[in-house]
């Protein structure tokens, strides 16, 4: 089993950055394709981005294309997301999973998850 906790999130202006960090622990890190998720208030949980295990492979929704990039620190066992260029309709709980096995943008194929971290963007 592996154990997440989500941290960065908060209160920011539209076209401001945040970045979400996501830290891991119990089983091996490294061995763990991770992905990030959100969901709004009232809305079904959406994939944002994810990344192998390497970190040599990543995949972003194309909502966040351009803005969002995931990056991994398999040494630190933590998953980041630096959001840039944020927008009001970003606003949601930001979740990061793991899962075995190769990356995916579905999030039934992720076995655990954080307990998410609110970002809230102000027009």
């Known amino acids: 089993q592996v154990q997440l906790v989500e941290s960065g999130g908060g209160l920011v202006q539209a076209g401001g950055s945040l970045r979400l960090s996501c830290a891991a622990s119990g089983r091996t890190f490294s061995s763990y394709a991770m992905g990030w998720f959100r969901q709004a208030a009232g809305k079904e949980r959406e994939f944002v981005a994810c990344?192998?295990?390497?970190?040599?492979?990543?995949k972003d929704a194309d909502s966040v294309k351009g803005r969002f990039t995931i990056s991994r620190d398999n040494a630190k066992n933590t998953v980041y997301l630096q959001m840039n260029n944020l927008k009001p309709e970003d606003t949601a709980v930001y979740y990061c999973?793991?899962?075995?096995?190769?990356?995916?943008?579905?999030?039934?194929?992720?076995?655990?998850w954080g307990q998410g971290t609110q970002v809230t963007v102000s027009s």
């Open positions: 999973a793991a899962k075995d096995g190769s990356m995916s943008y579905r999030p039934s194929r992720y076995a655990y």
């Open positions: 990344i192998s295990v390497s970190g040599g492979s990543t």
